[in-house]
């Protein structure tokens, strides 16, 4: 099973099989981290208000910005 994060350094989405634990490389910025770390950033799921498309928001910051891939739906997490 697959699990998505984002890379903390630029905001990629990275998928990573739940039983990897060796190097993940972000395509977009290069960066190197190891599976098992990128796992336990922190990330929530939630639902669109417009579409109820289940969207998740990865390495929740304060005003962390969402996006519906879906409806286009764009906001701040708190608002």
Known sequence: MN???SCPLCGAILSIDSAYNGAIVC?????Q?????LRE???????CPQCQTR???YNIKDNAVIRCSK???TSTLGS
């Open 3 to 5: 699990i998505y994060k």
């Open 27 to 31: 395509p977009k910025c290069q960066r």
């Open 33 to 37: 981290m190891i599976a098992s770390q």
């Open 41 to 47: 950033l922190p990330s929530i799921k939630i639902q």
């Open 55 to 57: 969207l998740i928001s």
């Open 71 to 73: 409806c286009m739906y």
